[in-house]
């Protein structure tokens, strides 16, 4: 026993010398040959920590003593430097003092909350989101975080799935953009650095196709849909050195996603070469027993391990069984070695085998805790996120010196639900977060009076405080009501078959237009609602999602002009439930229904049209832009060549202001078929009043690329339509042959 151990410190006094002049691959196996298979499937396992619940929790009141015997890899929930650093120094007590990583759900800032995904990619601003990511990445890695569960790349074509607040809504281009900002923004210049933590792509993969739009629902998808719609930011987010990627609780047609070898070994781990490890989601491998597809968490745990599930969170499968199947001869020890090594490598890039307390820094979480700056950055992102959808007879810019404004609605005055799901509650949140209450009163200038009434609660069904709502209204010379979804009724498990403004809303919007007063209606939500009373009656709709701890001084700035509405729906908002799932680049069938009004026999609804209340891409701007001169330099392309497409944008409104203008592209005839369109370019371009501006963008072959039924990624020769616009319904054409060769 003796011998063995002075043998086992020798080698980690040879370990510590030798790290140097090792490779971190080579110091990672170097571990693993001291590690016996307890240490290892311990690497593999993840708990959560009390801090908050993400999930149902296992009670387990030994948590602490399998650290101390090195039985766990990784902690959630657990937060804070002095806390990560208690926990630590358990694991610091363990035999090879291998640290733990500690990882959470910093999905839109950890100490200031950014506004909700969804929102962010209103902004189609790569370097805002990446500089977003960034700080929320700061102020998590000063509390001792290492890793955050972000980006979810998943693509959502269903507003009814809670979770569409938590990605970039529809388009896999887009996505996949946002999805490598997002990454970049989390991970800085490089693992390791104290300002950065490790990304982790999820839910690998296609969770946000659940059907029904029911949350954790089976998915069941062609081959040709995943790969060209639902893969693509995921694959993004590989490329873009993502640490870490979780799968997700859904089966893909039929087969659980945390046992599936197809996405985890053959794609990720295979043709992507993917470096990293793979965490399950919550329980995600121990409820492969729920799908069917294991009899019990000993199979859970062969199938998961086997298909390339590398650490196991909160699911208790791996350590409860994996040792068994290795003993048993029913998982080679290799694999085991190979889940470890992923993980062992990432500790290693993170620097944590030299100083586990690396990123447990009081001083610098302080300094992080209360940066003006960050806020700042914060306040910008909202800004950039709002879209505004109607702004009839220019009613918005308000001016600073109106006499009298009613502020009405269950979310003018809230606090909480402007931070939308997946955020954090600080003490100080009541007086840190500014409500659109007071960011509407600093304001306006001394002169403005600001009437308030509730009207009613966010799923009210009582109409009783109406009446003191009219009767602010009356006395004012224009409304402000803001209404929509508590902050929480969107996110996990949070799917709605019903997705109208909750309770009597749509009612008090009614009753306050009723009062022939301008009304601006705020729409607050983690998705895309059913509005469409408000939507054809009142004057102007901003949409503002949840934005974060500055939503108040983000939607005061722009209701009030000092900054002019810039963000494009990154999702299609239908006119009804019965729509979905509805999106813009959709396949044509073999009898479109032309227009909003369908011919007998054409593929139509009887009693709406096909189109969604407001397209992918649509947002206004105080200003107007239009297109002119959109030009191809060739008509006819050979492969391998570039197409470059120009265009002239002009502000001809009255305002300074920023267009994304969106390229789309149409391959008319193909085997298979492809969509109506298909987003393959945007830029944001700020003009002057009165400015014109000619954009370029360049087209490649791989833009004109996609997975065939064989999932050969090519092109196919014949005529192509290019598009470009400001969304993608108004929309200047052009075209261009493919040549053969
Ligand atoms: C379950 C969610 O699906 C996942 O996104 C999250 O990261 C984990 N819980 C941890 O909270």
């Excluded at 350590?319 to 080679?332: P, T, W």
Aim: glycine share 10%; with cysteine; aromatic share 10%.
């Amino acid at each position: 026993m003796k011998a063995t151990y002075l043998g086992f410190l020798a080698s980690l006094v040879f370990l510590n010398a030798q790290a140097q002049h090792k490779t971190i691959g080579q110091r990672a196996d170097s571990i693993i040959h001291l590690m016996t298979l307890e240490e290892k499937i311990g690497q593999m396992n993840q708990y959560t920590g009390d801090w908050q619940a993400t999930g149902p929790i296992t009670p387990d009141g030994d948590k602490q003593n399998q650290i101390r015997k090195g039985m766990l890899g990784s902690m959630l929930n657990v937060t804070g430097a002095a806390h990560t650093r208690e926990i630590q120094e358990m694991a610091m007590q363990s035999r090879l003092k291998i640290p733990l990583l500690f990882g959470l759900d910093v999905i839109h800032g950890y100490r200031t909350t950014f506004p909700i995904p969804l929102a962010e990619a209103a902004s189609w601003d790569t370097a805002a989101i990446r500089l977003s990511a960034h700080i929320a990445a700061k102020e998590a890695a000063a509390a001792g975080i290492h890793w955050t569960f972000a980006p979810m790349v998943d693509i959502a074509r269903d507003p009814r799935w809670g979770r569409v607040m938590e990605g970039a809504g529809e388009d896999p281009f887009l996505g996949s953009q946002i999805a490598i900002a997002r990454v970049t923004g989390f991970q800085g210049t490089r693992l390791g650095s104290t300002d950065a933590v490790m990304a982790c792509a999820k839910h690998f993969a296609a969770y946000g196709a659940a059907i029904g739009g029911r949350d954790y629902n089976a998915v069941d998808m062609s081959d040709q849909t995943l790969w060209n719609v639902y893969l693509p930011p995921f694959k993004a987010a590989a490329e873009a050195g993502a640490a870490t990627f979780m799968n997700s609780f859904n089966s893909l047609n039929g087969i659980p996603a945390s046992g599936n070898a197809y996405l985890q070994r053959t794609i990720l781990k295979g043709d992507w070469k993917f470096q990293g490890f793979v965490v399950s989601d919550w329980g995600s491998i121990s409820e492969m027993v729920n799908h069917g597809y294991a009899k019990d968490n000993t199979q859970a745990a062969e199938e998961a391990v086997t298909a390339g599930s590398d650490m196991d969170m909160e699911g208790r499968a791996y350590i409860g069984c994996l040792a068994e199947l290795v003993r048993s001869g029913k998982v080679k020890e290799s694999i085991i070695d190979e889940a470890v090594k992923r993980i062992l490598v990432k500790k290693l890039e993170l620097g944590l085998f030299e100083n586990p307390y690396k990123f447990c820094d009081s001083a610098k979480e302080q300094s992080q805790w209360n940066d003006a700056a960050n806020l700042q950055v914060a306040k910008m992102m909202a800004e950039r996120s709002i879209v505004l959808l109607k702004n009839q007879q220019g009613l918005l810019p308000l001016s600073k010196q109106t006499k009298t404004i009613a502020l009405i609605g269950p979310l003018m005055k809230s606090v909480r639900d402007n931070l939308g799901f997946w955020s954090f509650a600080w003490p100080d949140d009541t007086t840190r977060i500014i409500t659109q209450y007071d960011g509407i009163q600093k304001k306006v200038g001394a002169g403005t009076h600001l009437l308030y009434a509730q009207g009613c609660g966010i799923k009210d069904t009582s109409t009783a405080g109406f009446s003191e709502a009219i009767q602010a209204a009356a006395q004012a010379d224009v409304v402000i009501v803001s209404v929509g979804e508590a902050g929480n009724m969107s996110g996990e498990a949070k799917s709605r078959s019903n997705i109208h403004l909750p309770g009597v809303q749509e009612e008090l919007i009614k009753a306050l237009c009723a009062t022939g007063k301008p009304v601006v209606v705020l729409i607050n939500a983690g998705r895309p609602l059913v509005f469409n009373w408000t939507a054809d009656h009142a004057p102007a709709i901003v949409y503002t999602w949840f934005l974060g701890t500055e939503a108040g001084d983000a939607i005061a700035d722009v209701l009030f002009g000092d900054y002019n509405p810039s963000g494009k729906l990154p999702i299609s908002f239908p006119r009804s439930e019965g729509q979905i799932p509805i999106y813009y680049n959709h396949f044509n069938t073999g009898r479109p229904a032309h227009g909003d009004a369908p011919a007998p026999y054409t593929s139509g609804y009887l009693d709406l049209p096909n189109s969604p209340q407001y397209a992918f891409g649509y947002g206004l701007s105080y200003t107007n832009f239009s297109y002119s001169g959109l030009k191809l330099d060739k008509n006819q392309v050979h492969s391998g060549q570039d197409i470059q497409v120009t265009v002239q944008v002009s502000n001809t409104g009255n305002y300074d202001g920023e267009e994304t203008a969106q390229l789309y592209i149409r391959d008319i005839v193909s085997q298979p078929v492809r969509p109506v369109k298909e987003l393959k370019a945007f830029q944001k371009v700020w003009l002057k009043k009165g400015e014109t501006k000619t954009i370029t963008f360049t087209l490649t072959s791989k833009d004109l690329s996609f997975y065939d039924n064989d999932l050969h990624f090519s092109f196919q020769p014949g005529d192509f339509k290019v598009f470009v616009g400001g969304n993608s319904q108004d929309v200047k054409e052009a075209g261009f042959t493919l040549l053969d060769q």
